[in-house]
């Protein structure tokens, strides 16, 4: 694997990763994203996601995504020797991230009251589905499972079905995100304070916190009204017209935020006189009768292609967009512009094309990833 890399904000930072699956390895991967030297220890078996399809020519594509521009080196941490060889790593790194069950590190023997002893200066990080305390924090969790039990299935589907799941393993990502920001600012914070001689951090990330604090909408709307959110399908759960709608070729989506966006709504489907109407006279009203708006929206819609609705909408300055499938999205103009995909430099994927973190930074130019590890590629390396 190819260490040259740009100037990217990272460079130099050393990481050492027990995590498997996707929280922390996508924590990991927008931390390698960005430079970092991410040492990924793993187990003889190696992580779980490498067993995990699809597959193209061999090799997982979920462990290729989220564990691009990594090292892995296999180590037995039930061994005296692999914890030593651990330790010797740890006194070299500047954070930890592991993403095992409370208690599990410690048992394993590279808990943060095991390693802050080798590396006074270490961030650690520890990512789990309810945190180190309360009475959840040794249950079980999966993103299936955090949906649930954050509110998020319960606010997600058709007004009449069930609570729906989230098409994405989203805990998991959203943690994956806090978690990368948490560490970063635990680093800048030792930076300020005097670098490797600065006294390090203990960071404990629950998937079960980071969807409360993602869920903005639904939490404080429940916090300031005492009321439980519940689903509302296609459309926002507070304004109108937000919201997706049918279109004779497919869906269109709709933001009306204010009163002057929703005049010119009305003046293009011709319905002009619902201005006038008390029942649309706020942002408030308008979401309580909704469904008669939509009734008149998709009356006009229903004989309308999506690209014709979309440009007229567009032209008169009332933000719309067609609802796209993740093919169109990954293909779209704007995503080319971007240069959301970029290519994987790896001889056992040709020609692959991965999607990179989101934020672009200025005097970095982004032209390739570096490429997931083989199982224990590193080991001699960095163990030697």
């Known amino acids: 694997m190819s ?6 904000p990272l460079a130099g930072v050393r990481v050492v ?5 996707l929280s922390g390895p996508y924590c990991t991967a927008l931390l390698a994203d ?19 399809a699809p597959f193209k020519n061999g090799e997982s594509a979920l462990f290729t995504q989220v564990n691009r521009g990594k090292k892995s080196v296999v180590v037995d941490l039930r061994t005296p020797d692999g914890q030593k060889a651990v330790r010797h790593l740890v006194s070299t790194a500047d954070a930890v991230v592991e993403n095992f069950r409370p208690g599990v590190a410690s048992r394993l023997g590279v ?14 990080l520890s990512i789990s589905g309810f945190g180190q305390t309360g ?15 954050c509110g998020l299935m319960s606010v997600t589907g058709q007004p009449d079905g069930p609570p729906t799941l989230v098409g994405e393993a989203v805990a998991d990502v959203v943690a994956g995100m806090f978690g990368a920001w948490a560490l970063t600012t635990a680093l800048f914070e030792r930076e300020r304070k005097g670098g490797r001689e600065a006294p ?42 937000f919201g997706c709608y049918t279109a004779l070729d497919g869906y269109f989506s709709l933001a009306v935020l204010n009163k002057k966006l929703f005049s010119k709504l009305c003046k293009v489907i011709g319905a002009e006189h619902l201005l006038s109407d008390e029942r649309f006279a706020t942002d408030l009203s308008r979401s309580t009768h909704e469904s008669i708006l939509r009734d008149y929206i998709e009356k006009w819609s229903g004989a309308r292609n999506v690209a014709e609705i979309v440009s007229v909408f567009e032209t008169e300055g009332v933000p719309c967009g067609p609802l796209l499938n ?8 704007q995503a080319e512009a971007r240069n959301i995909l970029v290519p994987v ?16 930074f200025s005097g970095v130019v982004q032209t390739s990833l570096r490429r997931a590890p083989k199982l224990g590629e590193h080991t001699r390396e960095l163990l030697s």
């Open 345 to 360: 430099e790896d001889r056992r994927l040709p020609q692959q094309h991965l999607v990179r973190q989101p934020a672009v």
């Open 17 to 21: 990763d027990f995590s498997r699956v």
């Open 326 to 333: 993740v093919v169109q999205a990954l293909s779209s103009d």
């Open 135 to 149: 009475p959840w924090a040794h249950k079980a969790a999966y993103d299936v499972i955090i949906q649930g039990l």
């Open 3 to 8: 260490d040259k890399l740009p100037n990217l």
């Open 200 to 241: 390090g951090r203990y960071i404990d990330l629950s998937m079960f916190d980071s969807m409360l604090s993602f869920m903005v909408t639904s939490t404080t709307a429940s916090l300031f009204t005492g009321e439980v959110p519940m689903r509302v399908g296609n459309r926002h759960p507070l304004s109108a017209p």
């Open 111 to 124: 808990g943060w009251d095991d390693l802050k002893s080798v590396n006074s200066s270490l961030v650690f």
């Open 34 to 52: 960005m430079g970092a030297e991410v040492i990924k220890i793993e187990s003889p078996t190696g992580d779980d996601y490498r067993h995990v």
